[in-house]
């Protein structure tokens, strides 16, 4: 993060915490229900992805003020979308404003098209100025991309799987050939639902912070770059919640991120008048301690790159000597899908740490 940003930050977090004030009439009358929705404090609701399937799609941020509801982040997931759509239906009749992307990646940003067909143009997207480039030129191509891989690979894989055999040519066993066609039916869903999908870019995007007024409640967006160049963390100072899109995660993702501004960033956070913190995956995380985990993960990161561009290594051999096993346990624990997420996503972790090193990232 470069000064003026700090300085931005600490000026802003300044502000809030002078800001923060309590009211006794509530936001919502908790007499309603709140389909789909766990409530985390007057007005404030998220709803979180099934654990399982954590990795896969973004939770979404519910925030309702005396005047106009903001959601934060929307889904690639239709149905999910949908969800959230009648949740918000069912807790007010007021309007919503604002849907606020915490940054380009699809699971964050496909489902904006189903708020902009449920709200009409009354809705707002809101983003950093990034996404005006990013969610058109990157987040729409990488699903059209998928869907066209997926045209031509199901058929061929649908004959494979009539003669006993997996797409290599390779013969399955009875349960394998269970779980291919599964595969193969979770991908002939997932073209279904993805055929055509529009994308929609922010309509108001901000530079550096922005304030949202939802009537007797700021919401404040504060721009930082981590997992991406353009990410969003959300405050809400009086229900003392914090929403940090996928720079705070259940396990980060570095494959777009930019590892050394991501410890200046995570730095800066433990400064906001925040309790609990809601993550783009995953589950809740109370207090500040998921925030040095993450941190410590990434300088050790960029310790271990920096320890073998130094050396001399190139090719094949740079990532050999770099131990980042002891992180996997603090990080992933026992948990089997998240041990398998680390091992996935370590390689191209690695690369980013030593383009950034080199000045040779190019978005």
């Known amino acids: 993060m470069n000064k003026t940003a700090s300085t931005l930050l600490g000026a802003l977090a300044i502000a809030i915490a002078a800001s923060c004030s309590s009211t006794s009439a509530p936001f919502v009358d908790e007499t309603r229900e709140a389909e789909g929705l766990t409530r985390l404090a007057d007005g404030v609701y998220v709803a979180l992805q099934p654990h399982d399937g954590r990795f896969n799609d973004s939770n979404a941020l519910v ?58 143009d009354a809705v707002a997207f809101v983003g950093h100025e990034s996404l005006l480039e990013d969610v058109p030129g990157r987040a729409a191509p990488s699903v059209t991309e998928r869907a066209q891989s997926l045209e031509q690979q199901l058929p ?32 002939e869903r997932w073209l279904e639902a993805n055929r055509g999908v529009e994308f929609i870019a922010p309509t108001e995007p901000y530079t550096d912070t922005r304030t949202l007024d939802l009537g007797g409640r700021k919401v404040d967006l504060i721009h930082l770059r981590a997992h991406t160049r353009g990410d969003t963390v959300v405050l809400i100072p009086d229900a003392r919640i914090l929403a940090t899109g996928d ?36 589950p809740l995380f109370e207090g500040r301690a998921k925030i040095g985990d993450v941190r410590g993960f990434m300088e050790a990161l960029v310790l271990e790159v920096d320890a073998a561009i130094a050396s001399g290594k190139t090719g ?19 948990d089997a899908a998240a041990g398998r997420f680390f091992d996935q996503t370590l390689a191209e972790a690695i690369e980013r740490a030593r383009l950034e090193a080199l000045g040779e990232i190019t978005d």
């Open 63 to 120: 925030i309702v003020g005396r005047h106009a509801v903001a959601v934060v982040d929307t889904q690639a997931d239709a149905e999910f979308v949908r969800g959230v759509v009648a949740g918000i239906r069912s807790l007010t009749d007021l309007p919503l404003k604002w849907v606020i992307n915490t940054h380009w990646h699809s699971d964050h940003t496909q489902g904006n098209s189903i708020y902009r067909e449920e709200f009409g």
């Open 156 to 187: 061929e894989a649908r004959k494979q799987l009539e003669r006993g055999l997996g797409l290599r040519g390779q013969e399955l066993t009875e349960e394998q050939q269970v779980n291919q066609l599964a595969a193969i039916e979770q991908g």
């Open 316 to 334: 094949d051999e740079f990532a050999e000597g770099i131990d980042l096993s002891a992180w996997r346990e603090t990080l992933a624990g026992d």
């Open 247 to 282: 720079m705070l995660d259940d396990l980060p993702y570095i494959g777009h991120g930019y590892p050394r501004s991501w410890v200046a960033a995570l730095e800066q956070l433990p400064d906001l008048p925040f309790d609990r913190i809601v993550p783009g995956h995953g």
